[in-house]
């Protein structure tokens, strides 16, 4: 097998008779600045619009030892960018080698002309040697994201995270204590394992968003999850915000502050989030206890929103929206696309762990 650093360099044309010329080639750091201003200009969700904000653009890459980044531009200027990671993964019962395609941007004017399709093309050739097969996430509301998806390979699922406001303390029933990570991911391997697609967030031992894990007590038995903040990595700044949140960041200004519900950002405010992962609990009522602990902890740190990895249909999922009105709790589809190296076809993944560094 090739070093997975060997070097790549490329070039394609644009389609369609265009005499522009697209030339791929490695992203340097020197480019940072060019990076995150196209990342500026790919705008994520429908309804509720998000820029990301990060220390440098390959910050998110850093989280994995083995990666690479691709640049494509036409006459000079950064056009599109995208990158993938080499990590150790379980899928179908067996070890593999999987590579993770993400960060994906193609400035807005250059879409529709296969930036995307020949900047996968080429992340597809570093990779196949390297790996049995290729995955990507997609946000469900998101079409560019998910045209990449699919030209990468097969819808086979996905998840969806709940967003969780943690404005106001609510009464729990159990005790919480302190955990180490390790400590809550073992609990969470006993309780759901095994996963027809997993990916350890420890193998690397790259985990500088990890922020607290918690074990609660209570009377139905142990519940648990970690938090992962994605500030500096990966960070979500508001654009603009539905019609029926603006109405409700309008109302509540006029009310005592006692009164008003979760904080809204405005326009140009960072979103202050964790990730929750490995989330365990043994029934719907001690997640909904577990939730509110945690809340109550990200209170404390000023942390505004909760977000909640899950499957469809999730029943703790049902449990703890009820705490708070459905417009404050919105669920947020992602997509799993994948290729097998081999072209052998794609099953769906109804077990799936979610690598937090993956989100």
């Not at 960060?103 to 529709?112: A, K, L, Q």
């Not at 204590?177 to 193998?203: Q, V």
Request: proline share 7%; aromatic share 10%.
């Amino acid at each position: 097998m090739p070093s997975p650093m060997t070097s790549w360099r490329g070039a394609s044309r644009r389609p369609e008779g265009s005499l522009a010329a697209l030339a791929l080639d490695d992203y340097a750091p020197s480019e940072n600045e060019e990076a995150l201003d196209l990342e500026r200009s790919c705008l994520q969700g429908a309804s509720c619009r998000l820029a990301f904000r990060r220390e440098s653009f390959h910050r998110r890459a850093e989280n994995f030892a083995v990666h690479r980044i691709v640049t494509a531009r036409f006459a000079g200027r950064l056009a599109g960018i995208g990158a993938a990671a080499i990590k150790e993964a379980e899928y179908g019962g067996r070890r593999v080698h999987a590579a993770l395609f993400f960060d994906f941007r193609v400035r807005p004017e250059f879409r529709g002309l296969a930036v995307g399709r020949t900047l996968a093309q080429a992340l597809l050739t570093w990779t196949a040697p390297r790996s049995e097969l290729a995955y990507m996430y997609a946000m469900g509301e998101n079409p560019a994201a998910c045209r990449v998806g699919a030209l990468l390979g097969s819808n086979a699922g996905g998840f969806s995270y709940l967003a969780y406001p943690s404005f106001r303390e609510r009464p729990f029933t159990g005790r919480l204590s302190n955990a180490s990570m390790a400590e809550i991911h073992g609990h969470k391997r006993r309780a759901e394992n095994p996963w027809e697609f997993y990916a350890s967030p420890f193998s690397e031992e790259r985990t500088a968003g990890h922020v607290a894990s918690w074990l609660l007590e209570g009377p139905d038995g142990l519940a648990g999850c970690s938090a992962w903040s994605n500030r500096g990595i990966l960070e979500e700044v508001v654009v603009s915000l539905p019609l029926g949140l603006r109405l409700a960041r309008r109302a509540a200004a006029a009310l005592p502050s006692a009164l008003r519900g979760p904080h809204l950002p405005s326009s140009g405010e960072r979103v202050r989030s964790w990730y929750l992962f490995d989330f365990f609990a043994p029934s719907p009522a001690a997640a909904r206890d577990l939730l509110r602990a945690v809340a109550a902890e990200a209170l404390a740190r000023e942390i505004d929103w909760l977000y909640l990895p899950h499957a469809d249909g999730d029943p703790f999922v049902r449990a703890v929206r009820r705490d708070v009105p459905r417009l404050f709790a919105p669920v947020v589809p992602y997509r799993l696309f994948i290729r097998h190296t081999d072209g052998s076809p794609v099953s769906p993944v109804r077990r799936l762990y979610v690598d937090v560094r993956d989100l």
